[in-house]
């Protein structure tokens, strides 16, 4: 486990998506960043990020590389993960607009809507405010990239809503975008997309503020 005159060593998922993105934002925002492809690599970290791209695709390809059970494992024994876009959907208990065979990592009490705010042609940026992740009334709006992403439609008791999609008057005004619970974070868009570092930021001091023991095997 990283000492505490260490930063914590957060990995990124490597399997697909923008990894190199993350891995910036995080060294930007004060942690040690390190892909992640296999176990021995996720045992070794003291958080995750689960970058975007086509959910289906990542969730084959982390059993294809033998993570799925320890990726689940080390999110219910108290791992703090962030997820964006694709990674809200991993991170989700429940999803709508799911193919037949789609299933989650989990852990954050919701429910998602893949592709919820359209096609890859559909894409747009909005300036959200977001106080609790350090966008309120006096600071600079969150710059947000939606790249076929998904919005949530239900939260447990337990979840905390960091951010909504702005309030025009489309059909995706209001829809909750950025959600915490507990140890997880997680957001419709991608703040790491156009050097946007303020997620990232509180991410890395949620790490700070865990401590959670490296107990699987790393074989």
């Known amino acids: 486990m990283t000492s505490q005159s260490q930063p914590p060593l957060i990995g990124v998922l490597a399997l697909q998506g923008d990894v190199r993105e993350h891995v910036a ?3 930007a925002g004060g942690a040690r960043a390190a892909t992640v492809r296999r ?7 003291d958080g995750l ?3 975007g791209g086509e959910s289906t695709t990542i969730e084959k390809l982390v059993r294809a590389f033998d993570l799925y059970e320890p990726l689940r494992a080390r999110i219910a024994e108290g791992l703090p993960v962030y997820g ?3 990674g809200m959907i991993l991170l989700a208990d429940r999803i709508r607009g799911a193919t037949a ?4 990592l989990g852990g954050i009490d919701m429910t998602v809507r893949r592709n919820a705010f359209g096609r890859q042609v559909d894409s747009f940026e909005e300036d959200l405010l977001a106080p609790a992740l350090g966008a309120g009334p006096e600071d600079a709006p969150l710059r947000a990239v939606f790249i076929r992403a998904p919005w949530v439609e239900e939260v447990g ?3 905390e809503v960091l951010a ?3 309030a025009g008057a489309n059909a995706s005004a209001g829809k909750i975008v950025a959600v915490r619970h507990g140890r997880l974070l997680a957001t419709s868009f991608h703040p790491e997309i156009g050097g946007e570092t303020r997620v990232h930021r509180l991410f890395v001091e949620m790490v700070r503020d865990a401590a959670v023991p490296r107990t699987l095997a790393t074989s």
């Open 25 to 27: 934002a995080l060294t």
């Open 39 to 45: 176990p021995a690599e996720l045992a070794a970290v």
């Open 49 to 51: 990020v689960l970058p």
């Open 84 to 86: 964006s876009c694709a």
């Open 101 to 104: 065979d789609q299933t989650t």
């Open 157 to 159: 008791d337990g979840v």
């Open 164 to 166: 909504r999609a702005g």
